[in-house]
């Protein structure tokens, strides 16, 4: 496996775990209070808009010339922090709504 491959797969793999923690907190807004349950949708419905983004540039990634890889990382990196950084605030903040 190239070292392309294999960073592909992490990030593959990532985006898995991501997915699943979405889907945590969707649970947890079902069970939420009224006003909590708004804000948590909120919240959810911009973290897939940047899953998909991410999920997007991934697949440039993968599609990407040798000549263009290093370019399309650097925006798949750039989207991925801003995802991770925005899940573990949301994670954070809703750690435990009150249902």
């Known amino acids: 496996m190239t070292k392309r491959e294999a ?8 985006l898995k775990e991501w997915q699943a923690e979405l889907s945590k ?13 708004k804000e948590m949708h909120e919240h959810i419905e911009e973290l897939r808009h940047k899953r998909e983004a991410t999920a997007k540039k991934l697949d440039q990634l993968k599609a990407a010339s040798d000549t263009a ?21 949301a994670s954070s903040r809703f750690k435990s709504p009150t249902p």
Request: aromatic share 10%.
């Open 7 to 14: 960073y592909q797969q992490k990030m593959e793999a990532q």
């Open 25 to 37: 907190l969707q649970a947890w807004a079902e069970k939420a209070s009224a006003d909590v349950n």
């Open 69 to 89: 890889w290093d370019d399309v990382k650097s925006g798949l990196e750039a989207s991925w922090n801003d995802l991770k950084a925005s899940l573990e605030r």
